[in-house]
């Protein structure tokens, strides 16, 4: 399968699914949304996709790009681009299959479920599906299975290699009207591109399965170039396929050549600094004189809001600093004044175990991209508001000898004001922040009195506790008065 020539790319179109293919994708203009049955799996299709036009179709400047936005590629644009190409992105080739290395020598078989992070195969028992669920893949499913392992999720375990981004990275996209212009939403003209990956030996380079990284080497970052970065393989692996009619286990259709699983084998490399990967966002610190730089993970079970302002605002100090995706950066400088759907999404995993799957859908309204400081201050303000409801529970919690009512009040209050923070940021006319700010925290104030009471209502009625019940509503009271933004 030719990634480039096949139809691979799997969608539904008018409630029909079916696989597409690249060309079909960017030279029509249908209405047709990536679709499988995984939120996980479709985002890495996607972001195949985005890489994989991001290479071949690289436009020259913002110009370029925007026509292309606009007007779907003719055949010969597109024919003239993939010609560049011919055998490089082919999943079964016989030398340099695509994300694979020949001739892994593997003491057993590894089941494609492996694949499929969170799955039960090693310790990925974050989804309570059945072990031997996904059997027999088809090639479309292994191939975005493959693309997620190498490049969004936790390494194999110990000897093996994980992504260019660590081990759990978010990755934020601007999500279009329609799925061609997601794609193009998300591709970097080559004035961008030369901004973050500056170095000439940069230009020049073939992908990990044409050209290996060599054994025990070390890897310095500023020699990856685009191709070869976007479509990272850490591991070696090679797919077992079979010859046979089946239906895949991952999205059920049927397929007349399935991988039925794969070899693997440890192989180690060193590598020395942060690839500028386009697609998440990251942040440094400066620990003991060092720079320590990494990609952005979920931290915790807190809704993905509120790590928004690290999902779209450059900051710089002298001791750390933020870095939003480029994908993103470049969306706000080139539509300041759209509005911005914001797809989030990564696992949250404690080393190599799976504890979380996450995808989210943040909408900014039209006119955010001038207004960063106040998006600063708005999700700051939601911030402190937890912080306040977390601290004061924890508090009467101690004084009353019970324990976890931090926890609860944090978990409360993210369930009640995940609708109002959401609509706000959706709806918000920022020209009119300074009301829209105290709107929102009178929202925020009712909800956390509401969570207060709520947790404090066992403890109404018990006269050891009443005393401190009363003080801790009044201080509690006296503190969210102080958070009030005036105008
Ligand atoms: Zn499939």
Not at 30 to 36: A, C, G, T
Request: glycine share 6%.
């Amino acid at each position: 399968m030719n990634l480039l020539v096949n139809d691979w790319i799997p969608v539904t179109h008018q409630g029909r699914f079916r696989h597409i293919s690249l060309k079909d994708l960017l030279c029509k203009n249908e209405d047709w949304q990536i679709s499988l049955n995984r939120d996980d799996m479709e985002l890495a299709a996607l972001q195949l996709v985005i890489c994989l036009v991001q290479v071949v179709f690289m436009p020259d400047d913002g110009k370029e790009l925007r026509r292309r936005m606009e007007t779907p590629l003719t055949e010969d644009e597109f024919e003239t681009g993939i010609a560049k190409f011919p055998d490089m992105f082919v999943l079964d080739h016989p030398e340099h299959p695509f994300m694979q290395t020949r001739g892994v020598e593997a003491k057993e078989i590894t089941s494609m479920q492996k694949l499929f992070i969170g799955l039960p195969e090693g310790n990925n028992h974050a989804f309570f599906n059945e072990t031997g669920e996904v059997v027999w893949t088809c090639p479309s499913c292994t191939v975005i299975a493959i693309f997620n392992q190498a490049n969004n999720c936790p390494s194999f375990g110990g000897g093996f290699k994980g992504t260019l981004r660590g081990a759990a990275p978010i990755t934020t996209f601007a999500y279009g009207k329609t799925l061609r212009e997601t794609i193009w939403l998300n591709i970097l003209d080559e004035t961008w591109v030369e901004q973050i990956l500056p170095e000439p030996e940069q230009r020049q380079e073939k992908p990990v399965w044409v050209d290996p990284i060599q054994k025990d080497k070390t890897v310095y970052s500023h020699e990856i170039g685009l191709l070869r970065g976007l479509l990272w393989q850490p591991a070696h692996i090679e797919i077992i396929w079979a010859v046979e009619e089946k239906a895949c286990n991952a999205c059920g259709e049927i397929s007349l050549v399935l991988a039925s699983g794969f070899n693997k084998e440890k192989f180690s490399y060193e590598l020395k600094g942060i690839w500028p990967h386009p697609h998440g966002p990251r942040a440094w610190t400066i620990e003991k004189g060092e720079r320590k730089e990494r990609f952005t993970s979920f931290r915790s079970m807190s809704p993905a809001w509120t790590q928004l302002n690290e999902f779209l605002i450059f900051h710089e100090s002298e001791d750390s600093g933020q870095v939003p995706a480029a994908v993103i950066s470049r969306f706000k400088d080139t539509f300041m004044q759209d509005n911005l759907s914001l797809i989030v999404g990564g696992y949250r995993t404690k080393q190599a175990s799976v504890l979380q799957r996450r995808h989210d859908l943040i909408s900014m309204s039209a006119g955010w991209a001038g207004k960063l400081a106040t998006v600063e201050k708005f999700i700051g303000l939601a911030l402190e508001f937890k912080e306040l409801v977390r601290k004061k529970m924890y508090g009467f919690g101690k004084t009353v000898g019970v324990t976890g009512l931090a926890a609860k009040a944090e978990e409360l209050f993210y369930q009640r004001s995940e609708s109002l923070i959401h609509d706000r940021l959706h709806k918000m006319n920022w020209r009119e922040s300074a009301v829209e700010f105290v709107n929102m925290y009178v929202e925020l104030k009712a909800v956390c009195g509401a969570v207060f009471e709520e947790i404090a209502a066992p403890y109404q009625n018990d006269p050891k506790m009443i005393t401190a019940l009363v003080r801790s509503r009044k201080t509690f009271t006296g503190a969210m008065n102080k958070l009030k933004p005036s105008i």
